[in-house]
């Protein structure tokens, strides 16, 4: 049995060269703080591994060589104050060890000042939004596997579940603070190889910072349960070095006006219900399910409700403005107004839904303003 | 009154149906904990089963996430409530009388109700599963605003089954404190008591100081839902992260209210099985006490991220890292008492050993949780899975198990089948290992706990946690069939039971009497 347990840490050590599927450690990461975190790690996993040997070593030796049936005798020996207070003593300084450096570390990790770019992160069920303040950069970044991987019917992709549709971009080399909150339940913003988890309370604002070196991609997930699709808001985190990261902004930034622009174009009832389908994919679907059904007790139905079928004013009302104390949120912000157009007149004409209406990307442009 | 009634009254159990009903003996109310703890621990179990077999790979197959989160929520639930304290309730309502050599509980009455609300409280929570919306969703420490705003209608009727759990709890921790104090034997004094009965004392102190806590916090939960106050709302300017300081404030003290009086049963067995009298006795005691204060102060350990000050996480760190050094002379203590003793291995002596090992392994994951920075890594991951389901399964389900085992000969008079709880303990120390072991390495490579679907990476280990996770479950079938077929037939054993033993329950015949210890017995 003892066997067993000792040969576990040793399982650990020879395993952390097989394959990435074996994977059995923290990652280093890739900024000062993770690494020193990670070699925290490693010296108190070696002082519990060593305290380890010692304590299943004595108990092993007397399961070998004190059991009756090799004749051991019992010797009557108890309450020993010297031995007791020896074993007390030493682990208190064993922790002392262990605190001061653990102390150092955290110390640093709260050194919240002179950061060269703040970004506020918002958790919503079940996305991220991140604003670059002062940029005038604000978008969503929901998960981008799709569902038929998930259900089994596709092949799953390299980065199943830990992929989104528009990453948070960082440039290389900058102290950058994010700023969590968020719009709902409480959610925890986590990237291993940033070595950040801090939660995203509603109604609070926590703070944290990374300096990244090393340009590239970083995955992570949402860490606090938040709902049904918790196992499905991945973080992604793109850093790229300086110029290529103002590209990014500048493209961004073009984007967006492109989007306000199309707005103003004019749509037929085919293209928005075309758009509107994949909208609801992304935004709707996740509740109100692909047949527009919603789950009986949580989510109400949109096939044959009231609002999907009566005057365009409420449903717009509740689609841009939510419902409080619902898990229904205000998708204003979240949805570009050709997109909540289309999604809307989606709502009111699909599943035997047969308003006929057009809601017009104009007529939300104007709502939105 | 009339004597015949009296006389039947103090001599047997009553026939049918309403001896379990109306019962105040205070052995048939611990049989009826027992069985109702295992029946628990079986229901319970299903639904780790169902949680395991959707994570043995990666997509859904089996359950839509939002039942996954049900079945999470209830797993904990049923396991913490209705399982493990029920367990230790049912061991303390058999023994400690029988340890102290008091004639029964010194409340009967509140005995009966305080066993006979759990039925009741656990059909009502397991009844939210076939209502609409499903049962509560939300994890086993429900965190506001999603067990509030955001929960499913079925969470009054959660609230109310926890108001119910607690009512009990309070009631049972009264009693065993009652007992203690009063109904000891002449000449028990404190320092003489059975370590069983110290840690159960000192954990009844700790349910009635921290069950109203937990009473307080699903009340004013019930009162955001339906009352409109804004407790944990910040909009209406309360703060989510109160629920977390007042849960958590009654859920650290309740991690150990679930494995003092395993010490207890451990500190029992162990001196037994070596032959040898336990190590230190005093030191155990007061290692006992000290853990129970600490618990009051490190509540927050499980809070790290939520965004306390840095003067918040030191102290709570700290103060977290001090608990290693009681935890520590226990086992020390342990280990002295095997060393050099003339050991053999029963089945409750191998449930016993396994605890220590596998117990201390648990610990170490503790205080590797503690240290602040490094715990942003593990908080919600798969290492704090394995680590709390360390001390809870190998810890206290093996020493109610092992407890289990040493005291069947005394409550039905027959040895159990010795081969059989070999077997029944090497699959369930084996099925144990191979389901919780992979937890720490999934954990640190970074899968978050509670998710019903996972990235590639973390495939291959999920796959073997759950081949344990059916290994261990189904083994709990022997240890059913093994109690059965004791409590029918089996070698019949002596008052002493065990070579070793030692204590005033092994002065009474087997299997015990329904009435002991009318007359109380001398300890000198």
Redesign the interface.
């Known amino acids: 049995m003892i066997r067993t347990i000792l040969g576990f840490p040793l399982l650990l050590l020879f395993a952390g060269s097989a394959q990435a599927a074996w994977e059995v450690n923290l990652p280093q990461g890739v900024t000062e703080i993770s690494r020193e975190v990670y070699d925290l790690h490693m010296i108190i996993f070696w002082i519990c591994v060593a305290i380890g040997v010692v304590v299943f070593g004595a108990m092993l030796w007397s399961v070998i060589y004190h059991r009756k049936s090799r004749g051991a005798k019992a010797h009557n020996f108890h309450e020993n104050v010297v031995v007791e207070i020896i074993w007390t003593i030493i682990p208190f300084f064993i922790l002392i060890a262990m605190a001061v450096p653990a102390t150092a570390t955290l110390i640093k990790m709260y050194d919240n000042s002179e950061s060269e770019l703040d970004i506020q992160i918002t958790g919503y069920q079940w996305k991220w939004r991140y604003q670059y303040l002062g940029e005038d950069v604000d978008f969503f970044s929901s998960l981008s596997t799709p569902r038929e991987q998930i259900n089994n019917s596709e092949e799953k992709g390299e980065h199943y579940l830990l992929e989104v549709d528009n990453p948070l971009v960082i440039p290389a080399g900058k102290k950058v603070r994010f700023l969590l909150t968020a719009n709902d339940v409480i959610h925890s913003w986590w990237v291993p190889e940033l070595a950040v988890k801090k939660d995203a309370i509603p109604g609070f604002i926590n703070e944290a910072w990374v300096i990244v070196d090393q340009p590239g991609t970083y995955r992570g997930q949402c860490a606090e349960l938040c709902g049904k699709d918790h196992g499905f808001m991945p973080v992604v985190v793109e850093v790229k070095p300086q110029a290529e990261y103002d590209a990014w902004l500048a493209e961004v930034k073009q984007a967006d006006k492109a989007a306000s622009e199309a707005a103003l174009k004019t749509w037929n009832l085919a293209d928005l219900m075309e758009t509107g389908e994949q909208v609801y994919a992304k935004a709707c679907l996740a509740c109100h399910q692909t047949n527009g059904e919603g789950i009986p007790g949580a989510f109400p139905a949109l096939k044959n409700s009231p609002i999907a079928l009566g005057e365009p004013g409420p449903h717009i009302d509740i689609v841009l403005n939510g419902k409080t104390g619902t898990a229904m949120q205000a998708y204003r912000d979240q949805l570009s107004a050709v997109e909540l157009a289309a999604v809307i007149t989606y709502e009111r004409n699909a599943w035997g839904n047969k308003v006929g209406d057009i809601v017009t990307p104009a007529q939300i442009a104007k709502l939105k303003e | 009154m009339n004597s015949t009634v009296a006389a039947t009254h103090h001599h047997g159990p009553a026939s049918g149906i309403g001896r379990w009903l109306f019962t105040t003996n205070h052995k048939d109310i611990g049989t009826l904990y027992l069985w109702f703890s295992f029946i628990m621990f079986l229901t319970g179990g299903c639904m780790a089963l169902l949680i395991r077999a959707e994570l043995f790979q990666?997509?859904?197959?089996l359950i839509q996430?939002?039942f996954f989160?049900q079945m999470t929520t209830m797993h904990g639930l049923i396991m913490v409530f209705g399982a493990v304290m029920p367990a230790f309730v049912g061991l303390a309502n058999w023994m400690i009388p029988m340890m102290v050599g008091a004639p029964d509980m010194a409340l009967p009455r509140m005995n009966n109700w305080s066993f006979w609300i759990l039925p009741f409280a656990f059909s009502m929570m397991l009844l939210t599963l076939f209502?609409?919306?499903?049962a509560p969703?939300?994890?086993w420490t429900f965190?506001a605003?999603?067990s509030t705003?955001?929960a499913?209608?079925s969470v009054t009727y959660f609230i109310f089954a926890v108001h119910m759990m607690g009512i009990s709890s309070i009631m049972g921790a009264i009693n065993i404190i009652a007992t203690i104090l009063n109904l000891r034997a002449p000449g028990m004094t404190l320092m003489k008591m059975p370590l069983f009965v110290w840690t159960w004392l000192i954990t009844a102190f700790l349910l009635i100081a921290v069950m109203p806590v937990l009473a307080g916090v699903v009340t004013m939960m019930l009162m955001d839902i339906h009352f409109g106050t804004s407790f944990f709302?910040?909009?209406g300017g309360g703060?989510?992260?109160l629920f977390q300081h007042i849960f958590w404030f009654f859920g650290h003290p309740e991690v150990y209210i679930m494995i003092l009086p395993a010490f207890g049963i451990v500190s029992e067995i162990i001196p037994t099985f070596?032959?040898?009298?336990?190590?230190?006795?005093?030191?155990m005691v007061y290692a006992t006490a000290s853990i129970a204060i600490l618990s009051f102060v490190v509540w927050a350990h499980h809070m790290f991220?939520?965004?306390l000050p840095?003067a918040g996480?030191?102290f709570f760190?700290?103060a977290t890292?001090?608990i290693?050094?009681p935890t520590?002379?226990k086992?020390?203590n342990w280990?002295?008492t095997?060393?050099?003793?003339?050991?053999?291995?029963e089945t409750p002596m191998?449930f016993a050993?396994?605890f220590?090992?596998?117990f201390?392994?648990g610990g170490?994951s503790g205080?590797?949780l503690a240290?602040?920075?490094?715990d942003?890594?593990y908080?919600?991951?798969y290492f704090v899975v394995a680590h709390f389901h360390y001390v809870l399964v190998p810890g206290a389900v093996f020493a109610i198990m092992a407890g289990a085992y040493y005291w069947l000969p005394k409550w039905c008079g027959n040895y159990y089948n010795e081969t059989m709880g070999k077997v029944h303990f090497w699959c369930s120390?084996i099925g144990v290992?191979i389901t919780f072991?992979p937890m720490h390495?999934?954990g640190?490579?970074?899968m978050?706990?509670?998710?019903?679907?996972?990235?590639?990476?973390?495939?291959?280990?999920n796959a073997v946690a759950t081949v344990g996770a059916f290994i261990f479950g189904f083994s709990q079938l022997i240890f059913l069939y093994n109690v059965i077929s004791c409590i029918r037939k089996g070698k019949q054993a002596s008052a002493e039971v065990w070579e070793g033993s030692h204590g005033l329950e092994w002065t009474i015949p087997s299997p015990a009497p329904y009435h002991s210890f009318s007359e109380p017995p001398q300890v000198k």
Not at chain 2, 338 to 345: A, E, V
Not at chain 2, 452 to 461: G, K, N, S, T, V
Request: charge should be neutral; proline fraction near 9%.
């Open positions: 990666p997509g859904l197959q996430p939002d989160n209502m609409e919306g499903g969703n939300f994890g965190y605003p999603l705003t955001y499913p209608p709302n910040a909009a703060d989510p992260v070596a032959r040898k009298r336990l190590f230190g006795y005093a030191s991220t939520v965004g840095l996480e030191l760190m700290f890292m001090l290693a050094v520590g002379v086992v020390f280990v002295a095997m060393f050099r003793g003339s050991m053999t291995f191998l050993l396994a220590v090992v596998l201390t392994i170490f205080l590797m240290i602040a920075p490094v942003f890594q908080h919600d991951t120390f290992n072991f390495f999934i640190l490579a970074g978050p706990r509670r998710i019903p679907d996972y990235a590639l990476q973390f495939a291959d280990f």
